[in-house]
T-cell receptor
Framework: EPEVTQTPSHQVTQMGQEVILRCVPI?????FYWYRQILGQKVEFLVS????????KSEIFDDQFSVERPDGSNFTLKIRSTKLEDSAMYFC?????????????FGPGTRLLVL | ELKVEQNPLFLSMQEGKNYTIYCNYS?????LYWYRQDPGKSLESLFV?????AVKQEGRLMASLDTKARLSTLHITAAVHDLSATYFC?????????????FGTGTSLTVIP
């Protein structure tokens, strides 16, 4: 069964450093998303991406965040200058389309720890 | 901002019992999703509910949607230990454009033998 993959699985970084989280979507999927989940809390929407541009972004997705699909396969989330409160699990999700019954497929996540 | 609230937040139930998890949301939406998350794992899709009155069942889980009441339920029948997990509902807030999904607060379910 096709799956979404994410790398790295874990990342530890110092406050102020840049991190890039990578996602490989399912190959024929068109809609891409990043979410974060602080330990024990709910899943929070960060950004959606369609047709090579951002569709929607949440209040969390400020100027420190950016997304791109540099080579037509990887979908990346960059945090330019990490803060302690960026420590969370980051999930990539993809969606093939908006036909009836379609649902998002989530990757395994990247656990980010900012020290 | 759209609010999606679930209750209860924590649920401990004995094997063999029935219970219902509720998901209320604050804006019009005709797409509602249920996911399961095991500890330390990713989210697994359970159900997609697309219209008022939609009901879907898989094993011991049944989900329903009432768009007029802005309410979805996840009913657990004769719970077994394997159902222990956190369950999230999610709403597409952008009228089916797929651009933004809001997740509920989650219900942590523990099934006790």
């Amino acid at each position: 069964e096709p799956e979404v993959t994410q790398t790295p699985s874990h990342q530890v970084t110092q406050m102020g450093q840049e991190v890039i989280l990578r996602c490989v979507p399912i190959s024929n999927h068109l809609y891409f998303y990043w979410y974060r989940q602080i330990l024990g809390q709910k899943v929070e929407f960060l950004v959606s991406f369609y047709n090579n541009e951002i569709s929607e972004k949440s209040e969390i997705f400020d100027d420190q965040f950016s997304v791109e699909r540099p080579d037509g396969s990887n979908f990346t989330l960059k945090i330019r200058s990490t803060k302690l409160e960026d420590s969370a699990m980051y999930f990539c999700a993809t969606l093939s389309g908006l036909a009836l019954g379609e649902t998002q497929y989530f990757g395994p996540g990247t656990r980010l720890l900012v020290l | 901002e759209l609010k999606v609230e679930q209750n209860p937040l924590f649920l401990s139930m004995q094997e063999g019992k029935n219970y219902t998890i509720y998901c209320n949301y604050s804006t019009t939406s005709d797409r509602l999703y249920w996911y399961r998350q095991d500890p330390g794992k990713s989210l697994e899709s359970l159900f997609v509910l697309l219209s008022n009155g939609a009901v879907k069942q898989e094993g011991r889980l049944m989900a329903s949607l009432d768009t007029k009441a802005r309410l979805s339920t996840l009913h657990i029948t004769a719970a077994v230990h394997d159902l222990s997990a956190t369950y999230f509902c999610a709403v597409d807030s952008t009228q089916g454009t797929g651009n933004q999904f809001y997740f509920g607060t989650g219900t942590s379910l523990t099934v006790i033998p």
